[in-house]
């Protein structure tokens, strides 16, 4: 396994087509040193998958919804984690929710569905990655 490779694979979930803010954190990502697998707009959990089991080191899948429709789009998130699918950390960030008036609830449902992480600021990304590689460095301390 190479964990010193810092491999993301970024997308946008399957409902949204909004990549303004994808390709900004792809690029921000890139001058941080990560190697940015997007895959674009309106990406499937499956294409997701499918993009891990490609790369088996990447550090995590960075999803975006700018929609609101995030928790409908990732409704099969356990199915791939139970199934072997999709094994590495899932962060998510953006719109979450439909409406002015936020769901209190969203990010709990969210997190029950597999999400490994929530970030409403890009900037906080890199630190958030970083937090996730060394959880994962001290797993396979232990292991």
Known sequence: MALDRRTIILGVAASDAHVVANHL???RLR????????LGACTTLYEFGDAWQARPWAEAVVIGSLNGHAYQDLLDLPHLRQSGLLGCPVVLGGNLSVGAVKDADAH???YELGVDRIVAD????????????????????HA
């Open 31 to 38: 001058a941080g040193g990560f190697e940015v697998v997007n």
């Open 122 to 141: 890009p900037e906080d990304l890199p630190p958030v990655l970083d937090e996730l590689r060394a959880a994962r460095h001290r797993q396979y301390d």
């Open 108 to 110: 709990e449902r969210l």
């Open 25 to 27: 954190i792809a690029m």
